[in-house]
């Protein structure tokens, strides 16, 4: 599911059990809502509150730092594939084939990432053609040897941090996590239409609140998902890389 369909969900499932708290103090006998009763169940509320503003907050936090690192280690990994592309031109016209594999296998890495289809699976088969093509070589002086050795050490670390990636990029919250953190924050909104009359300064400031814990769902679930949705990670690193390889 979309992480716009599932605010959607949060919003309607908070806002609408505001309604229903002020449906049910209606409902109520006087003796549920006295004084006594009012202080236990603000007591509850506070307790639930905050236990769903520090999830909340700590869930933010994670995946905007999962979001930023895949960032990172993108434009990181952009300027190592230019850097082995550099290492083998200065080789000779003999890594020419691999020099041409590097591109493809950065041009399929791009696509799978960047699909209209969204993040598909990784596929190593092109990056082992190139790897394949890189110790073929057969250098003839110590300089040769020095770059080709130089190119198979960058050429690991780059799939190592690819490999990295591609286990991090789909970071989902388990459903069931995400379903009591829901129902946390439906309970704190039935309890505060359970304290109040409706008018519309009350709706307008309930329906600000649900939208406010929804978009904050939503960034979780965007920041969690970097490579998808409205805040998906450009692809511009790559497309550097795609304009210099070969040049």
Aim: proline fraction near 4%; charged fraction near 15%; glycine fraction near 8%.
């Amino acid at each position: 599911m979309s992480a716009f369909f599932l605010a959607s969900v949060v919003f309607c499932g908070a806002f609408f059990a505001a309604l229903a708290g002020m449906l049910l103090r209606v409902a109520l006998p006087g003796a549920h809502l006295d004084a006594d009763s009012r202080d236990v169940i603000k007591l509850v509320l506070g307790l639930i509150g905050t236990m769903s503003a520090l999830i909340l907050g700590l869930l933010i936090a994670s995946a905007n730092s999962n979001y930023n690192e895949q960032s990172s280690e993108l434009q990181s990994i952009s300027a190592k594939i230019i850097l082995l592309d550099r290492i083998l031109t200065y080789y000779g016209p003999e890594s020419e084939g691999a020099r041409k594999q590097l591109g493809e296998a950065v041009a399929a890495a791009h696509d799978r990432i960047w699909s209209p289809q969204g993040l598909r699976p990784t596929n190593l088969e092109a990056a082992n053609r190139f790897m394949q093509q890189l110790q073929a070589l057969s250098p003839k002086t110590d300089m040769a040897r020095q770059l080709q050795g130089r190119a198979l050490q960058i050429a690991e670390n780059i799939l190592q941090t690819r490999l990295l990636m591609a286990s991090q990029a789909g970071g989902a919250i388990p459903a069931p996590f995400l379903a009591i953190l829901v129902f946390w924050i439906c309970v704190l909104f039935l309890g505060f239409g359970m304290f109040t009359r409706f008018n519309g300064t009350v709706a307008a400031a309930l329906f600000v609140g649900a939208f406010s814990v929804a978009g904050a769902i939503f960034l979780i679930l965007e920041l969690n998902t970097p490579y998808q949705g409205f805040m998906q990670i450009s692809d511009a690193p790559l497309r550097a890389v795609l304009s210099q390889i070969g040049r």
